[in-house]
T-cell receptor
């Protein structure tokens, strides 16, 4: 799986959009970008994923650059409950062999939402 | 409701003892994973299993063992050979992908403390 790079921490004011960047310059053509978040002492929660098109769901939007070497997770109206560690990972969706199923997480970005 | 369950939530172990952490899922997922998380750190992969009776070492498998006798269950044993076992342990599962993209479901974690 491709390596990802994220800033260690970010701040955001409540009600404003939080934009979390992720670099994945070695991503290959069949690797998807996934985002998860982890609230303290809980299991990570899936947020969104995409391949090359921008995606939106009830939680967030995902913007992937045209060259797919970076992406941005957007929380449109951040709340205090969005304070968490956000992980960006890239992974082959349906590869066989030894690469299947190996989810590799990096350090993530600690997002702190302030009142 | 379908989900993934880890037990116990908190576990204390005397130094030198083996201990087994439970992970059960009723999502009919083929792949299961064990991660370790230390304070302020990301998730590190210990072992993963793509299918029943098969498993592979992750990045930090030394001092751990697993079994996958049933699709629903993937217990992790922390052996006395693990030099620094105090950590937060997370279990996850994913559906076998085929042509579909799948996200990982995580348990709520087991916090192991060696006393």
């Amino acid at each position: 799986d491709a390596k990802t790079t994220q800033p260690p921490s970010m701040d955001c004011a409540e009600g404003r959009a939080a934009n979390l960047p992720c670099n994945h310059s070695t991503i290959s053509g069949n690797e998807y970008v996934y985002w998860y978040r982890q609230i303290h002492s809980q299991g990570p929660q899936y947020i969104i994923h995409g391949l090359k098109n921008n995606e939106t769901n009830e939680m967030a939007s995902l913007i992937i650059t045209e060259d797919r070497k970076s992406s941005t997770l957007i929380l449109p109206h951040a709340t205090l409950r969005d304070t968490a560690v956000y992980y960006c990972i890239v992974r082959v969706a349906n590869a066989g062999g030894t690469s299947y199923g190996k989810l590799t997480f990096g350090q993530g970005t600690i997002l702190t939402v302030h009142p | 409701d379908g989900g993934i369950t880890q037990s116990p939530k908190y576990l204390f172990r005397k130094e030198g003892q083996n201990v087994t952490l439970s992970c059960e899922q009723n999502l009919n997922h083929d792949a299961m994973y064990w991660y370790r998380q230390d304070p302020g750190q990301g998730l590190r992969l210990i072992y993963y299993s793509q299918i029943v009776n098969d498993f592979q070492k992750g990045d930090i498998a030394e001092g751990y063992s697993v079994s996958r006798e049933k699709k629903e269950s993937f217990p992790l044993t922390v052996t006395s050979a693990q030099k620094n076992p105090t950590a937060f342990y997370l279990c996850a599962s994913t559906r076998r992908a085929g042509a579909a993209v799948t996200e990982a479901f995580f348990g709520q974690g087991t916090r192991l403390t060696v006393v």
